[in-house]
Each structure stands twice: as C-alpha cells, then as structure tokens.
C-alpha cells in the first residue's frame, strides 16, 4: 500500500456512521484525546489499531486508507452489472457483482473499464453444435496475448483463460443476449454485445 489513513477519513468516516469521539475511542480502546489527535493530523493511529478502527467506523481497512466506504448499489445482483479487477502483477482476475474494494499483490485495484475491440482486437463468432466457437485474432506470444475470455447474461458468467502461445479460442454457451469480454495484457479490458441468439 503507498498511502495510509489520513486524520480528514477517520473524522468523515466517523461522522458519516453518527458517533462522536468519545464513542469511537471506547470502541477501539483508545482516548477522546487519542482520537481529536489523529483527526487534526497530529498523530496517526498505530497500525496494530487499523483492523479494530477500520470495523468501529464500519468499513474495510482498505476503505479506511483509501477514505471512502464502497458502496455496492447492484443489489439485484444483476451479472450484466459485474465488475472486473484484473491484477496487472500476477495477471489474477476477480469478478464482483458491483463494486468492491479489490486488493491483490499489495496493490488496490480499480474496477476494468471495457472498450469497444478496435482492428487489432476484433473477434469472429461461427456456430459449431450447441455452442459458439468464439476467435480473437490476436498473437498469443509471451509477452502480448488474450488473458481470458467472459461471457455476462444477466443471470449467468462463464469465464475461460487463455495462455501465452496457446489459442485465442474458446467455445461459449452464448445463450441469449450479453457482454462478451476479453482481456489484451498490453491493451486491456475488451468488448461486445451480444444480441439473442438461437
């Protein structure tokens, strides 16, 4: 992590959930005096106090750092709504309902945004018996390839990688109407809509 908590977050995390000094400091088993030292930024709390400071005031310890509570507003849990987090160190890939607060390799990722494919990227769809056989022309070399390839209904997410110097291929169930995804280690976060298909 490259920042740490800041007295401003604990003082608008503090009064966004509608306790008072007092009450935050007998939570985590410090001062009133402790507490108005961190938010007028003359002190920061001891690491030790993160995790209990951090489910005081309600959040995750990332939220804490970061300042902002995350707030996951997809409660239908839609899958069109999914969200990606692809980490650009190990090449992990985490699919959230919506937004999340997403850390991998000490790193806080932010969610993909997806592109429309341009030339380099484009993809062929071809009928082969009850699936799609889905092709990303694109190189698979080591160093430039497709990591993985998703399809999102809204009640559905099925999800294949890729591997370097392996095909960029892959049969789909492409049952109804959805996103497809696919993601370039050099380019990023790809995609296409999907209409019904029979």
């Keep these: 992590m490259n920042t740490y908590v800041t007295g401003a977050a604990i003082r608008d995390l503090r009064e966004k959930r509608g306790i008072t000094q007092n009450e935050l400091a007998e939570q985590i088993g410090v001062s009133n005096k ?3 030292k961190w938010e007028t930024a003359r002190g920061l709390p001891d690491i030790s106090l993160l995790q209990p400071l951090a ?3 309600g959040v ?4 804490l750092m970061n300042g902002e509570p ?3 507003r997809n409660l239908s849990a839609n899958m069109l709504r999914s969200k990606l987090y692809i980490c650009p160190i190990c090449g992990n890939v985490i699919h959230g309902l919506g937004d999340a607060v997403v850390s991998c390799c000490g790193v806080t990722l932010p969610a993909a945004e997806a592109e429309e494919a341009d030339e380099e990227h484009e993809l062929t769809l071809e009928m082969v018996e009850d699936e799609w056989f889905v092709t990303v022309h694109h190189s698979m070399t080591k160093a430039h390839y497709i990591s993985f390839l998703a ?3 809204t009640d559905r997410f099925q999800m294949v990688k890729l591997y370097p110097e392996g095909e960029a291929q892959t049969r789909l169930q492409l049952r ?3 996103m497809l995804y696919y993601y370039c280690n050099r380019h990023g976060l790809f995609k296409r809509k999907i209409t019904r298909m029979k």
């Design 34 to 36: 402790t507490i108005s």
């Design 55 to 57: 489910a005081a005031l």
């Design 60 to 63: 995750s310890v990332i939220e």
């Design 70 to 72: 995350i707030v996951n």
């Design 151 to 153: 399809f999102v209904t």
């Design 176 to 178: 109804g109407g959805g």
